[in-house]
């Protein structure tokens, strides 16, 4: 079956510096894997997503990912942070031959000023 | 931006009572989903619908809840009789296409308070 694991449940992160926040996946086909945020009181926004091609993906806010087959993983980075990047972030894979998406456990980030 | 939008964004309801969560996804999409997220936990699959039929659904969507399209712009969800562990945020999303590398679009929820 399909997972995603974020092994962070927090990362801290000083304006201006860089930022990861990590996901492993396990998926027995393709892996099709997606970011999401979810800002206090809104839905989860769609960042951006990998399903073939170059291993660093550009998404919305300045975000990209980077995809590495080897370590099955998909972290999601930032050069430079803004206080206004906390959030909870979410990885995600579509399962395959599925319709659902199936989420990581969240990685609350604060970046503080 | 066209957006998902869902109201009520908060709704409170004793157990045992009907509910009805509502949806208008984004116009010319045809994959409607819904998701939940119990407070602190994951989110959670329960439902697909194409082609006014459910696709796909999880476990946890048993016979309590039901989904509808009733006309060409709302996709509601039903739970018939509501239980304490049904409180949640609940999340609408839609898709243009049901190919796996469409992502979906969310809604910004509705909390379900069950007392």
């Known amino acids: 079956a399909q997972s995603v694991a974020q092994p962070e449940d927090q990362v801290n992160v000083a304006e201006g510096n860089p930022l990861t926040v990590k996901c492993t996946y396990s998926?027995?086909?393709?892996?099709?894997l997606f970011w999401y945020v979810q800002y206090p009181n809104r839905g989860l926004q769609f960042l951006l997503k990998?399903?073939?091609?170059?291993?660093l993906v550009k998404g919305s806010y300045g975000f990209e990912a980077e995809f590495n087959k080897s370590q099955t993983s998909f972290h999601l980075k930032k050069p430079s942070a803004l206080v206004s990047d906390s959030a909870l972030y979410f990885c995600a894979v579509r399962d395959n031959g599925a319709d659902k998406i199936i989420f990581g456990k969240g990685t609350r980030l604060h970046i503080l000023p | 931006e066209p957006e998902v939008t869902q109201t009520p964004s908060h709704q409170v309801t004793q157990m045992g009572q009907e509910v009805i969560l509502r949806c208008v996804p984004i116009s010319n999409h045809l994959y409607f989903y819904w998701y939940r997220q119990i407070l602190g936990q994951k989110v959670e699959f329960l439902v697909s619908?194409?082609?006014?039929?459910?696709?796909?659904k999880s476990e946890i969507f048993d016979d309590q809840f039901s989904v509808e399209r009733p006309d060409g712009s709302n996709f509601t969800l039903k739970i018939r009789s509501t239980k304490l562990e049904d409180s949640a945020m609940y999340f609408c999303a839609s898709t243009v296409a049901g190919g796996l590398s469409y992502e979906q679009y969310f809604g910004p929820g509705t909390r379900l308070t069950v007392t």
């Open positions: 998926v027995s086909g393709n892996p099709y």
């Open positions: 619908f194409y082609n006014n039929e459910i696709s796909e």
């Open positions: 990998y399903i073939t091609g170059d291993n």
